[in-house]
């Protein structure tokens, strides 16, 4: 019972920010200041949750592997997604597009692509670094702090990312359904992760958890250098530095409570 109340609350950020973010329009500037505030929180997960306990449980080697090939997983799902948000548009409306001349291409939002893009992709690094998180948090009810530091930091982190990702996808035109659909379906997997971070997984060797942990650390760092932070740094200009500050800072505090 733990392990779903542990699971609900950390997951429900991820609600919320959607729900936020479909609904309400924020000036860019300010959608720029929460990605880099997001950005910020994953680069704590990554270097001091994900990697460090992946390097501490399966040696350097194992990390190093993991963090590779999560890198190239992530690499790869970002192209794909690139082409998707691009080439989506255009397959809605079908045979009008045959008569489109030059000068409608050039009226054509790049920039709402580039947002589609920048929320397909932090849907992907929030599904990718939040299972083995949230099974490690699953892992951590057993232990002293009970999980609540890592909880807490969960929470901060999914709340900014899945609020940007959404406004993100609205600023694409997808429908508010899919979106708050796309979001809900992330919640409960990362829900059901902390469940089986509590039963299945709790007694699992440190090696065994190590691959998947590294595996997360390379997305996530994929999509901070391809995605999240050119995003940041495009919509808001060098102040976004401070946030993506703010973000390292709080998270990293959180998490060593």
């Known amino acids: 019972m733990d392990a779903l109340i542990f699971g609900v ?16 329009q924020l000036p860019k500037t300010v959608l720029a200041a929460m990605l880099a505030f997001a950005a910020g929180a994953l680069i704590t997960a990554l270097s001091f949750e994900l990697f460090e306990d992946a390097y501490e449980h399966g040696g350097i080697w194992r990390a190093a592997l993991g963090l ?10 970002s192209a794909w997604l690139d082409r998707v948000a691009q080439v989506g548009p255009e397959q809605q409306h079908g045979s009008e597009k045959l008569d489109v001349d030059a000068a409608a291409e050039q009226k054509r939002p790049s920039a709402a692509s580039t947002s589609g893009a920048a929320g397909l992709a932090l849907l992907g690094a929030v599904t990718l670094d939040g299972v083995p998180e949230n099974v490690a948090l699953g892992v951590s009810l ?10 807490a930091a969960i929470f901060v982190s999914n709340f900014p990312e ?5 406004a993100s996808m609205r600023a694409q035109g997808r429908s508010q359904r899919f979106i708050f659909g796309t ?12 469940i089986v971070g509590a039963g299945p997984l709790a007694n699992t060797s440190p090696e065994t958890i190590s691959l998947p942990l590294a595996f997360a650390a390379g997305a996530v760092l994929a999509s901070l250098a391809d995605t999240l932070m050119p995003e940041a740094y495009e919509k808001g200009g060098p102040l976004v530095a401070i946030s993506t500050t703010a973000g390292f800072v709080l998270s990293f505090v959180l998490a060593t409570v």
């Open 9 to 24: 609350i950390a997951s429900s950020a991820l609600v919320l920010g959607a729900l936020v973010g479909a609904r309400i």
């Open 162 to 166: 899945a609020l940007v990702g959404s």
């Open 183 to 194: 979001w809900l379906a992330c919640a409960t997997l990362l829900t059901f992760a902390v």
């Open 68 to 77: 590779i090939i999560g890198a190239c997983v992530f690499t790869a799902l």
């Open 142 to 151: 057993g232990g002293d702090t009970g999980g609540l530091a890592l909880l």
